[in-house]
């Protein structure tokens, strides 16, 4: 029998992996020098919000709203991660504000003023990986868990 934690400790589950994944985001930026994409600065956001949620939700665990909160926070999450993850692969065609190859070769003088600024990083190139897995990876399948233990934990667990 899996025996799951209640509800003030499952919301304490959820502010811990919150945490652990923006401060190794963060982590990877600053101190490892790797230059996130946009699409991983968005995947930081549902992240974040989960702080604030999981701090209400340890205080008022017998609100279901809360809980459904956090699953729709993470259903967002999944979604953003999960289009990430397929442009990583090629699945899905990436926007225009992913790309970096909107270089302007026209006029010779913004072609050497965009030379002289950095290029943002390209969305289908998975820069850091672990374990052989984008963080795009393994953020979909992270917040694809979270979403399936929340719903388990607002259909089975009354306080």
Same mark, same amino acid.
């Given at each position: 029998? @899996?025996?799951?934690?209640?509800?003030?400790?499952?919301?304490? +589950?959820?502010?811990? /992996?919150?945490?652990?994944?923006?401060? $190794?985001?963060? &982590?990877?930026?600053?101190?490892?020098?790797?230059?996130?994409?946009? =699409?991983?600065?968005?995947?930081?956001?549902?992240?974040?919000?989960?702080?604030?949620?999981?701090?209400?939700?340890?205080?008022?665990?017998?609100?279901?709203?809360?809980? @459904?909160?956090? /699953?729709?926070?993470?259903?967002?999450?999944?979604?953003?991660?999960? &289009?990430?993850?397929?442009?990583?692969?090629?699945?899905?065609?990436?926007?225009?504000?992913?790309?970096?190859? !909107? =270089?302007?070769?026209?006029?010779?003088?913004?072609? =050497?003023? $965009?030379?002289?600024? !950095?290029?943002?990083?390209?969305?289908?190139?998975?820069?850091?990986?672990?374990?052989?897995? !984008?963080?795009?990876? /393994?953020?979909? +399948?992270? $917040?694809?868990?979270?979403?399936?233990?929340?719903?388990?934990?607002?259909?089975?667990?009354?306080?």
């Amino acid at each position: 029998m @899996i025996v799951f934690p209640n509800r003030k400790n499952f919301y304490l +589950i959820i502010l811990l /992996i919150s945490l652990v994944s923006i401060i $190794s985001a963060l &982590y990877i930026e600053y101190i490892l020098n790797y230059e996130p994409c946009k =699409l991983c600065i968005y995947q930081r956001l549902p992240y974040i919000a989960a702080v604030l949620v999981s701090f209400i939700g340890y205080y008022y665990s017998a609100n279901d709203k809360i809980l @459904i909160i956090t /699953i729709m926070i993470f259903a967002i999450s999944s979604i953003i991660s999960g &289009y990430h993850f397929g442009i990583e692969n090629n699945l899905i065609k990436e926007i225009s504000s992913c790309t970096n190859n !909107s =270089l302007d070769i026209s006029n010779k003088s913004k072609l =050497l003023d $965009s030379l002289s600024k !950095s290029m943002p990083v390209d969305c289908k190139d998975a820069t850091f990986k672990i374990l052989g897995f !984008s963080l795009a990876a /393994i953020n979909t +399948i992270l $917040s694809i868990l979270i979403v399936i233990f929340s719903i388990r934990t607002l259909t089975y667990e009354k306080n």
